[in-house]
């Protein structure tokens, strides 16, 4: 008897023999096996998907979308949103609307980002989220059809890779705009690769007004001396601006670039100690940085290793994408895996690692995958694949953070540097050396000087940087941000930000009374004698002393008092604009007058002992100090750019704040000769002094070595 030939045959000839029955036989079972269970996972992430993140984000509005949408609702009621970047005022707008979002804040987005909100800003929040949710859900549709156009695969594997993503769900969650960036993104490349380059360089350059990483597509553009798409990149990215600067206006624009960019820059932006973020400034702050607060136990305290290791690792990461791109050449793979590299370089070395960032790999892992299924290496495919799950699945431990131990609380920025390496492997093997020396020296010049001036920048940056924590008021590590004190005999009344909202607060020597945790924000409080106000916020925003008989304020704002206890000045808006009433506390009924005229937009004040004010105000686009008399007049200070007024209790002398080269310090007035002198000079923001009752000593909020404009209170003598 005959053994059958079809055993011996390969799998090969078995194919070659009869096609049509490919799927038969004993090698059919491993590959309908793989189908079944891709299937069967495929369906189960979607369900997940449809019963747990679909109905969650249909019915709460996400975080980060209330600050968007806030912002363009703002907008389209023709406020002035010069202030949208101040957390408090911000927090005061989102309020006043009954947004359900317990803390809200725009930094450090663009101005621009917001304008993609604007057509549903005159919806209700959670209606405009709806439709938020749809246009996301047809833009990823878009994306992994672009993505099949791009790689053939089929579009089962397509959702699968999607449904994987961890951070997809997170940017459904919280109504973020990365399916936006990556379907702008995918686009791009789908036209680059379809040589209309100068229109992939605009959906570049637009991508970068919404999120600012994609520029570093810019040297890739630079490096393949693509002049079409490197000249519809800056088109774009000046047309942005332009939209932003026609929408917001100038100054809103120059507070983003002076002191929200470089701060994200350096990764400090939003919670430079956060680990959670897993980021490598993070991991770099939490190693060597001590910040009595945020991070009182580093590994070792050597500041300036991270104003060295920060730049030379991100440039690590990112020059060889450079270098491994071949200038002038166009092959369609060579080029996607081009694309992959640089996008996952520019996620790995991101300050800003939140989880829905990383929606975006799903654009490089799917370029990749495509390459190595061309060359048949399932093996490298599998293990890039296990790569992508993993890093969009684990994250940061904050907790488990303390000194070295902070290198094993990252283990998503690992993946993400292996993600790179792998990327650059895959580069790696159709590299051919075919540039000039010229060429090559020109590159590693230009990548030495962009080092070195990185350093340089933040070894600069720290110079004072940290002066000012021998002056640091204790507070818990719960307490995120300490604003707006006040003094009143040897206490300090101030406003936490906590993570459940914002609560006044009192500190006694070196223990803190936080107020009872309630859905009503307190914004600002001010005190006097045995008396404090407070501004309590819903609806609208209402004064409220803690003596009994006294009538609330309604429809006011951040309360100051006289340190006589005779008057109490409050901050009433219209449409952002802000104007000075004054009430007289010793007068049984007492009429509030109006002080200041509507062309001002009025931020600060406080009384001079006469009951006259000395106050901030934006005038002519930007904020100066105004002294009024009592006749009523108004008289310019000429101090320059100055914000945060605050006159001692003698009437000697005047403390604020005067913003330079990005940054506001402290500064002193002598109110008789109109001698100044600066008390603080570091690249660093302090703010909100006040005066205890020796007219000698100041406490101001500082974020020097914070999170930017995540202040702590300091106390510190200044007149001897």
């Not at 630079?222 to 490197?230: E, G, I, P, Y």
């Not at 990005?662 to 109110?671: A, C, E, H, K, S």
């Amino acid at each position: 008897m005959k053994t059958p030939v079809t055993i011996h045959m390969s799998a090969k000839q078995i194919a070659l023999s009869n096609p049509g029955h490919f799927n038969v036989g004993p090698i059919s079972l491993p590959r309908r096996w793989l189908r079944v269970c891709e299937w069967t996972l495929l369906a189960v992430l979607l369900m997940q998907m449809g019963l747990r993140t679909a109905p969650k984000a249909w019915h709460t509005v996400g975080g980060d979308f209330s600050s968007y949408y806030l912002t363009a609702l703002l907008t389209s009621e023709h406020y002035d949103t010069t202030r949208i970047y101040e957390w408090i005022w911000l927090q005061r707008q989102k309020d006043h609307r009954v947004i359900d979002q317990r803390i809200i804040g725009l930094i450090p987005a663009t101005p621009f980002s917001t304008v993609f909100v604007y057509p549903f800003a005159l919806m209700p929040a959670l209606a405009a989220q709806h439709c938020w949710l749809v246009v996301n859900l047809g833009l990823l549709l878009a994306t992994l059809a672009l993505l099949r156009s791009l790689t053939g695969f089929s579009w089962n594997h397509l959702f699968l890779v999607a449904a994987l993503s961890g951070p997809l769900r997170a940017n459904f969650l919280l109504g973020q705009y990365y399916v936006l960036l990556l379907f702008l993104l995918t686009l791009a490349g789908w036209l680059y690769l379809g040589q209309k380059r100068f229109a992939a360089g605009l959906l570049v350059g637009l991508a970068t007004g919404l999120k600012v990483f994609p520029i570093i597509y810019f040297l890739l553009f630079l490096r393949k001396r693509d002049w079409r798409a490197l000249a519809g990149g800056v088109v774009a990215c000046l047309g942005c601006f332009a939209v932003s600067i026609l929408v917001f206006g100038w100054e809103l624009n120059g507070i983003y670039l002076s002191q929200i960019l470089p701060a994200a820059f350096r990764g400090e932006a939003l919670g430079p100690y956060n680990l959670q973020a897993a980021s490598l400034s993070s991991l770099l702050h939490r190693l060597f940085i001590y910040e009595p607060q945020l991070n009182s136990h580093p590994a070792v305290n050597i500041p300036w290793m991270f104003s060295v290791l920060h730049p030379l690792l991100q440039m690590a990461v990112v020059a060889p994408a450079i270098f491994l791109t071949a200038p002038e050449e166009h092959n369609p793979r060579r080029v996607q895996l081009e694309w992959a590299a640089v996008l996952l370089a520019s996620l790995a070395i991101s300050t800003a690692a939140a989880s829905y960032l990383f929606t975006l790999l799903i654009l490089p892992v799917v370029l990749i995958w495509g390459s190595l299924r061309e060359e048949g290496r399932h093996l490298w495919a599998a293990v890039l694949l296990l790569l992508y799950v993993v890093a969009g699945f684990v994250g940061g431990k904050t907790d488990r953070g303390e000194g070295w131990a902070a290198l094993a609380a990252v283990p998503r920025l690992y993946v993400l540097i292996l993600l790179v390496m792998f990327s650059y492997l895959v580069l790696l093997r159709l590299y051919q050396h075919n540039e000039s020396k010229r060429d090559q020296t020109s590159w590693i010049f230009a990548v030495v000087v962009v080092s070195v001036v990185g350093v340089v920048t933040n070894l600069r940056h720290q110079r004072g940087l940290y002066a000012d924590y021998k002056w640091r008021i204790a507070e818990p590590a719960k307490v995120l941000m300490a604003s707006h004190p006040a003094v009143q005999a040897d206490a300090i009344p101030f406003i936490a930000l906590l993570s459940n909202g914002y609560h006044s607060a009192v500190t006694h020597g070196d223990s803190v009374e936080l107020s009872d945790a309630s859905n009503e924000d307190q914004l600002a409080i001010t005190a006097t004698n045995g008396e404090r106000w407070v501004e309590r916020v819903g609806k609208e925003s209402t004064v409220r002393s803690t003596l009994a008989g006294r009538s609330d304020i309604r429809h006011a704002e951040s309360p100051i008092a006289s340190s006589d206890g005779r008057w109490l000045a409050f901050l009433r808006e219209d449409r952002g604009r802000a104007r000075i009433s004054v009430r007289a506390l010793d007068q049984r009924d007492s009429s509030d007058k109006l002080v200041t005229p509507p062309e001002l937009n009025v931020l600060e004040m406080s009384f001079l002992s006469d009951g006259t004010l000395v106050f901030a105000a934006n005038f002519a686009g930007r904020p100066s100090l105004f002294i009024t008399n009592r006749e009523g007049g108004i008289q310019s200070l000429d101090i320059g750019i100055a914000r945060y007024p605050s006159v001692s209790p003698d009437g000697r002398w005047l403390a604020y704040s005067q913003l330079q080269r990005g940054t506001w310090n402290l500064w002193l007035r002598n109110l008789t000769n109109g001698e100044t002198k600066r008390l603080t000079n570091a690249e660093c923001n302090d703010t909100e002094p006040v005066w205890t009752e020796d007219s000698r000593t100041l406490v101001y909020a500082s974020d020097c070595g914070r999170g930017l404009w995540l202040s702590a209170l300091c106390r510190r003598r200044v007149v001897r």
